[in-house]
């Protein structure tokens, strides 16, 4: 007699099956008051609070924002952010400390909002 699980593998890791791509996976996760988070690793973390259209729009940014990370545009560590329009010019660091993360005048930020035209509130 075989073991029937009452839910699947991406319900207990957290994993939002709708907004994941084959590398990408998507966690829900309590953020506070950010929408979403791009990591290093390729993931991505978005706000378990928000709602379902208000989540897709968050995965939508924070793809591209891997995006950027994969084509080398940008990186970060604990104490900057890094950043180039292109892969010709080199990276400029952007102290963390004191930085109001998500802010449309940041230049990755920016090119990220011209792309989706969609704004957090």
Same mark, same amino acid.
């Given at each position: 007699? !075989?073991? @029937?699980?009452?839910? +699947? *593998?991406?319900?207990?890791? !957290?994993? @939002? ?14 953020? /506070?008051?950010?929408?979403g988070?791009? +990591? +290093? &690793?390729? $993931?991505?973390f978005? @706000?378990? %609070?928000?709602?379902?259209? #208000?989540?897709k729009?968050?995965?939508e ?6 995006? =950027?990370?994969?084509? /080398?545009? $940008? &990186?970060? &560590?604990?104490? #900057? *952010?890094?950043?180039? #329009? ?11 400390? @004191?930085? =109001?993360? !998500? ?7 920016? =090119?990220v909002?011209? *792309? $989706?035209? %969609?704004?957090?509130?």
């Amino acid at each position: 007699m !075989g073991y @029937n699980m009452k839910s +699947n *593998i991406h319900s207990l890791l !957290g994993i @939002n099956e709708e907004l994941s791509t084959y590398d990408t996976p998507v966690f829900e996760k309590n953020l /506070g008051e950010a929408w979403g988070i791009a +990591n +290093n &690793d390729r $993931t991505i973390f978005v @706000n378990s %609070k928000l709602s379902k259209k #208000n989540k897709k729009h968050a995965a939508e940014h924070e793809h591209l924002h891997v995006m =950027q990370m994969r084509m /080398g545009l $940008t &990186d970060y &560590d604990n104490k #900057n *952010i890094y950043f180039r #329009n292109t892969l010709f010019e080199p990276l400029k660091a952007y102290p963390r400390k @004191n930085m =109001q993360a !998500g802010k449309k005048s940041l230049p990755w930020e920016k =090119q990220v909002y011209d *792309i $989706t035209k %969609k704004y957090a509130k």
